[in-house]
């Protein structure tokens, strides 16, 4: 196919992009020592909670929660602001370390930060001074052993898995919020992680591009099986992805049910089925929340 960007027989066009590579320090990067064979993406969060105490405030992010994610199982937690999704999803990144309680991947208690568990944010955290190309290699620089050429053949695909393929030049600033999330997502599934985290993936785009990205993200999970486990307070967003949505409440933050999604994939979110599920979720969510004010 035709390709306004840089030739396949040059794919080492743009010196910067080597040098700010190679600029970054390894302690910039996840852990990458820990046991790389086997595992399949299992997820166990067991009695987990988290208190932040600031000066005068004590907040009791999460008390006890505890959920399985099975191997290449896409889970999403729901919850009003607050409950303490980011928090958990942050554990179980090991961002954040919890008070008590314990995450498991692939059996092995989580201590930090790993290349088979990345995560994805609401605003792209993106580098400004690498272009498009660029930004989805540093990922890659997460997996050891790979030559530079491997690395730009490996951008390269998952550009094209997120439709970027044209952009591999472009700068950031040149792109749209959905294509700087498309590149996030290429940047995040270059090195082939056993689990894939989402914060409000979507949340700041518009409603269009959203949609969009849904189709997009349910094609390439059925290409890329992994394990995800998405954030959102979108109830209707959660049951279009989900095949498991988790209803959280607080304060304290606490997994309160789970619905399970038994329709077809791909799905649209603007189906009927899509919204009596979302309904019925929606209506779960604020009895918790009525039943939490009551005195
Ligand atoms: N680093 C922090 N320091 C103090 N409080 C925090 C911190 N992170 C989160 N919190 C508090 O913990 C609670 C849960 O936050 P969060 O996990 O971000 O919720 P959600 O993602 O569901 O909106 C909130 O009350 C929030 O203010
Ligand atoms: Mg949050």
Request: charged share 25%; hydrophobic share 40%; glycine share 6%.
């Amino acid at each position: 196919m035709f390709e306004t960007d840089a030739p396949r027989t040059d794919p080492a066009p743009d010196p910067d992009i080597d040098t700010c590579l190679a600029e970054m320090h390894p302690a910039d990067m996840p852990e990458t020592d820990i046991v790389e064979e086997g595992g399949e993406g299992d997820l166990v969060v067991d009695a987990v909670s988290k208190r932040f105490r600031t000066g005068r405030t004590d907040v009791h992010a999460l008390d006890n929660v505890s959920l399985h994610v099975r191997p290449g199982e896409f889970v999403c937690l729901v919850g009003p602001s607050g409950c303490g999704k980011s928090t958990l999803l942050d554990i179980i990144a090991g961002l954040t370390r919890p008070d008590q309680g314990e995450v498991r991947a692939d059996e092995l208690v989580v201590a930090g930060p790993h290349r088979h568990r990345l995560v994805m944010f609401q605003e792209a955290a993106l580098f400004p001074w690498l272009n498009t190309l660029g930004n989805v290699m540093f990922g890659l620089k997460l997996v050891r052993g790979l030559t530079r050429q491997q690395r730009v053949e490996i951008a390269r695909s998952h550009l094209r898995l997120v439709g970027l393929e044209k952009f591999a030049r472009a700068n950031l600033h040149e792109l749209s919020g959905g294509m700087r999330q498309r590149v996030a997502l290429a940047r995040a599934l270059a090195p082939d992680p056993r689990v894939l985290l989402m914060d409000e993936p979507f949340s700041a785009l518009d409603a269009m591009t959203r949609e969009q990205l849904y189709l997009d993200l349910q094609r390439i999970r059925e290409q890329r099986r992994k394990t995800i486990v998405l954030v959102t307070h979108n109830v209707r967003e959660a049951v279009c992805l989900a095949d498991r949505v988790i209803l959280m409440s607080s304060p304290p933050g606490r997994i309160r049910d789970e619905f399970t999604i038994s329709l077809p994939q791909p799905r649209d979110i603007n189906t009927a089925e899509v919204a009596s599920y979302a309904s019925r979720i929606t209506t779960a969510l604020r009895n918790y929340a009525d039943s939490d004010l009551a005195p």
